[in-house]
């Protein structure tokens, strides 16, 4: 008798005790869950964003304009309240709405400016010009590059399935939160736009522990690479960031090259062996983050998709 009442007894007070710590397994996870999406969808989404609904249209004013090279354009906009974010995460991007020659066009941009920036918000913006194979090249580039100072844009966002934010955890599909220990990115001209904003966040956050950044960077000239000074100094100030500066067209002969300190120059076109002697090694916490012109894009997918990269993301 004595041994049948007892053993109930244990196996009850047992099964209570999984019970109790599945239960709490699952409330941990849940508040942690719920932590990150407080964290991902409020507090770094941002205090006062400007957007918030992508269906919703809003008006910016054009405030300047800089070249950043011959043919990239810095654009700064200002937000209607000086208290304001934009609202969107490193990564993301936004839509730009215009009436040319009586159509209405939109194109998408990647802000580079720092998310959490108030008031104000920059883009930059490669102006192509028209050519003989594509007469109508560069439509809306050409038309904000001739906007003048003081107009009103229509914008509207966010948008991208892909945001950072912060040690190495992006919002993916605006719902799941991934961690990565190496961010392996590749970019080519204006494709430098999405990796920038999340390269200067990881930097600014300089956590011992954060995600090791290794970003190879395409042009066809020195003259054309974007924020050329800020990426070197990055390389040189960081053990986390390396950079691989790669041109397609040799300008200057080899001898006459500055010495590469920390960051790596090369002229060669993209191929198996520039990714394998550059990104981290194949693995599951790697990411790899690709944005450049078409062809290039198909090629680095390709190319790190047989190297045996698992977590490949084309902006
Ligand atoms: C998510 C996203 C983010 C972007 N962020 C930026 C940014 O931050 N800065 C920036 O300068 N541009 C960015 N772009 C490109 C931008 O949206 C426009 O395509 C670009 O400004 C050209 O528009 P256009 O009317 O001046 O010239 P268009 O005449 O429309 O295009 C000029 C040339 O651009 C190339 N091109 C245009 N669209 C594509 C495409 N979908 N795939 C491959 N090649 C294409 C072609 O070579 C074309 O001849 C982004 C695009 C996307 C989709
Ligand atoms: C940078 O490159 C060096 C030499 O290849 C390598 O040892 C280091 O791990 C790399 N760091 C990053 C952040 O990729
Ligand atoms: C190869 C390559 O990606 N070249 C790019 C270098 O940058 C310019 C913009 O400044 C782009 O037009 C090129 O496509």
């Not at 109790?20 to 991902?40: C, H, M, P």
């Not at 053990?239 to 040799?250: A, I, M, Q």
Request: charged share 25%; net charge positive.
């Amino acid at each position: 008798m004595t041994c049948c009442h007892s053993k109930p007894a244990t196996m009850t007070h047992q099964l209570v005790v999984v019970a109790i710590s599945i239960g709490a397994f699952a409330a941990l996870a849940y508040s942690i869950n719920n932590y990150r999406k407080w964290k991902s969808g409020k507090s770094r989404r941002h205090a006062k964003p400007f957007l918030t609904n992508k269906h919703e249209s809003k008006t910016v004013t054009l405030i300047s304009k800089e070249s950043v090279t011959h043919d990239v354009r810095l654009f700064r906009f200002q937000l209607p309240n000086s208290d304001n974010t934009l609202g969107i995460l490193a990564g993301e991007h936004i839509k730009l709405t215009a009436d040319i020659a009586s159509r209405t066009m939109f194109r998408f941009y990647s802000p580079i400016s720092k998310p959490e920036e108030k008031g104000y918000f920059e883009i930059i913006m490669k102006i192509y010009s028209p050519n003989s194979e594509n007469p109508n090249q560069g439509t809306f580039s050409r038309y904000m590059d001739s906007l003048p100072l003081d107009s009103d844009i229509t914008i509207s966002g966010p948008f991208g399935r892909f945001g950072y934010l912060s040690n190495g955890d992006f919002l993916v599909n605006a719902k799941a939160v991934m961690k990565y220990k190496s961010i392996a990115m590749i970019s080519g001209g204006s494709g430098l736009t999405p990796m920038l904003p999340i390269i200067r966040e990881v930097i600014k956050e300089n956590h011992i522990n954060g995600p090791k950044l290794s970003l190879i960077y395409t042009n066809k000239t020195e003259d054309d690479v974007i924020q050329s000074d800020e990426l070197k100094r990055y390389a040189h100030t960081h053990d986390s960031f390396n950079l691989t500066l790669v041109f397609t067209r040799l300008m200057k002969k080899e001898s006459d090259r500055q010495d590469p300190v920390k960051w790596i120059e090369k002229f060669e076109r993209i191929d198996e062996s520039l990714f394998s002697n550059t990104f981290p090694k194949p693995q599951e916490n790697v990411l790899v983050l690709i944005c450049g012109p078409k062809g290039m894009n198909e090629a680095a997918k390709l190319i790190c998709t047989s190297l045996g990269y698992p977590n490949i993301h084309v902006f």
